[in-house]
């Protein structure tokens, strides 16, 4: 059924009123137990109530994926890249509708939801339509001179993935698009929190004719959901993108089973400042790295370290910057900066930033709520956070260490290139980093020795579809986008041929008789 143009704009309630679960093709209801609320951050109001998972429904998502499984991945990979453009058209067609779901279950500004997330989901699908038909194996040849060699790069069977809060939409396409491009089918858990663009797109799969069962989603906590399709025997390969702690618990899981797995996790990105950088861009280019999506980003920069001599300045241009961006209601096309995804992570990054200031950090922008929005609003219903600049702080401290996921940004000085790289690679994690330099010796050196998944120079956050995504270190192994993902999504298998036709083979005298 075509539902591009008279499809309903999202009211709360309403939309999803059949159910959070989309089974081969059939939106439903859960049978699990609990019930979650989709919550509007920006003022606490309930979206949407959603019937979680049970187990039972997991089991139904994979058996519907796996029954899916031999068509799609036997149809021609024209057909599969057909369905895929039809995707991208029809998903284009609902931008608008997506960006407004995206922003009233996140809380993330309608000029991010509708210029970024929507936009590069659209681009990713028909980076993917055309990745369909590119597949690659290394050469065919006759490598022994008896045989012909090839390779067949085949899909795995049933993908089982589980997604985070931060980008729903992007997230989905991220993991759907690769799997279901090179002939997989696919079981999404997104999170609890935020599930419900994730089923517009599993709805927009089957508007653009995708066979039922190829993309399925289910709507489910971590701990029964998520675990059960990590550990299900009919699941093949396991993708997960989301917090460390819970990627080793994940690997832990598929790992009993002998699944193939793929780590997205945390980050704590590095900005790494040297002496001859352009000042104006630097401080631009950090404000906007570390305040994308309010802070909730794996990639966003985390750590300032700038060179002595432009220290000073760059704290000062921050956090005069910082005080600038407009926090407000996100629906407001002027809004630049929205709540936090719910009022429980607000007050864990407010706790980070108190024990800083406990410890003596010197606040030199934000450390609190605040209370009016630039349009009126009353920032004070929602979980808002002001952008908050640590200084004064040594490399040991938490706000340096750890992951916040916030709006806050830590600023320290270096004196030698050595200690600017040395503290830029002293976390454990590694996915993405930036150098601010004019100087090639030192961006060329910058870009080879900090060890992160993506190293940007004299930038820091754009993606592409082209390029890959993904870390070093503790944030995890595997790639999305581009096409290495496709690589992690296939498997491959040497087919060998005897050309000799010859009964009795030279090499079995090396198990019986003789030449
Ligand atoms: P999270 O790890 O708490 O949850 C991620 C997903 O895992 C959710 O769907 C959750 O329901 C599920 N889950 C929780 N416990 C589980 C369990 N025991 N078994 C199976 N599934 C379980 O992460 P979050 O708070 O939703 O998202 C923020 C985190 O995601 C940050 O650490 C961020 O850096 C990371 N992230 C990484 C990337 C990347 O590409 N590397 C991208 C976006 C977000």
Redesign the pocket.
Known sequence: MDRTTDEPLFEGGTRFADGAQFIAGRVGEGTGEQSAEVVDPSDGSVVQRVRLASTADVDRAVAAARAAFPGWSSATPGARSEALNRLAVVLAERAADFARVETAQTGKPIKLSSEFDVPGTVDNTAFFAGAARSLEGRAAGEYSGDHTSYIRREALGVVGS??????PLQ?AAWKILPAVAAGNTIVL????LTPLTALMFAQACTDAGLPDGVVNVVTG???TA??HL?SHPDVAMVSF????S?GR??AELATRTVKRTHL????KAPFVVFDDADLEAAVHGAVAASLINTGQD?TAATRAYVQRPLYEAFVQGVAELFGTVRLGDPRNPETDLGPLVSFAHRDRVAGFVERARAAGAVIAAGGEAPKKGHDGTDLTLGAYYLPTLVAGVPQTAEVVQS?I?GPVLAVLPFDSDDEGIRLANDTPYG?AASAWTRDVHRSLRATREIAAGCVWVNDHIPIISEMP?G?YKS??YGK?MSQYSLDEYTQVKHVMYDTTAVARKDWHRTVFGTR
Not at 241 to 244: E, F, L, M, R
Not at 264 to 267: A, F, P, Q, R, V
């Open positions: 589980i997604a985070p809060w931060n980008y997230m858990k997104p999170s609890e906590d971590g701990r998520g675990e990590v993108t989301g917090s460390t819970v618990r994940v997205e996790l945390g980050g794996c992951e996921f996915l995504h870390g944030s995890g999305d």
